[in-house]
């Protein structure tokens, strides 16, 4: 029993490196198109986001952020007085366009 669990561990270990590659590539992918609207203009960076937001949110923690590669949008996430707030900016334009929490 014991020498078939050694002679299948390999391949399992194997068939996770295989499923995961995909997902990983895509990644990469989605990266270097974030970084390429970014270069060429069509997509502010964080740190703009965050110059633009940051100083509106008086009193509150900024936590730090998400993005959503497919739509362009950036989460940002505060803490004011035990509440979280998140605010959505658009990534391509710098405006707030939604807003949850108190």
Do not use: C
Not at 32 to 58: C, N, Q, W, Y
Not at 73 to 99: A, C, M, P
């Amino acid at each position: 029993m014991m020498f078939r669990v050694a002679l299948f561990a390999p391949l399992f270990v194997l068939a996770g490196l295989l499923a995961a590659a995909p997902a990983e590539a895509q990644r990469r992918g989605e990266s270097r198109d974030v970084f390429e609207a970014m270069r060429t203009g069509k997509l502010l960076s964080i740190r703009d986001i965050e110059h633009r937001v940051v100083p509106t949110m008086r009193d509150a923690q900024y936590l730090g952020f998400d993005f959503d590669s497919g739509s362009g949008i950036y989460t940002l996430k505060f803490l004011r007085n035990g509440n979280v707030i998140w605010v959505e900016v658009d990534g391509h334009s710098g405006q707030v366009v939604g807003r949850s929490g108190n």
